[in-house]
């Protein structure tokens, strides 16, 4: 990641800026809303995506140190998945899950948590009835660069 943001730095006019936007290293809350009701369903927490958003903190951290780039500002954010079943929520987290694994050339550990968690998230939806969704949060960290 280092690398890849050097290249940025060495493309980027001096008058341009960086836009990095990644999720945040932590579990994400998964939530049944149905009207003002909100039911927690878990946290799904997928080991080596927060490893990676972990790897991209710390690549950011080193550029800003080297004086590559300084941060003009910097928010976080929440950003909202919404699904209208279990079965489209745990197809998608399937597709994810699969492709890291693909491009990572690794096994991933979390598919087992991921198929538990629409499982539970299913059993809920049954029970709330009509007009539920389910809602998966991540928590996202955006920062505007400027090249020094």
Partial sequence: MVHALEEIHRLVKPAGILID?????????????????IEPVGDLSVRQWCSDYQHADEAL???K????FMVEREAMFNSLTYYDSAAE???????????????AQSID????????????AEELMQ????????????RVHISRLKPI
């Avoid at 809350?29 to 009701?37: F, R, T």
């Avoid at 550990?109 to 539970?120: C, G, K, L």
Wanted: hydrophobic share 40%; charged share 30%; no cysteine.
């Fill in 21 to 37: 936007i990644h999720p945040v290293a932590e579990p994400s809350p998964v939530k049944i809303h149905q009207g003002e009701k």
């Fill in 61 to 63: 951290t080193e550029i």
């Fill in 65 to 68: 140190q080297r004086g590559l």
């Fill in 89 to 103: 929520m745990r197809t998608d987290w399937k597709e994810a899950i699969d492709k890291f694994a693909r491009d």
């Fill in 109 to 120: 550990e979390s598919a087992p948590q991921a198929d538990a968690m629409a499982a539970r």
């Fill in 127 to 138: 029970a709330a009835g009509n007009g539920a969704e389910l809602v998966v949060g991540e």
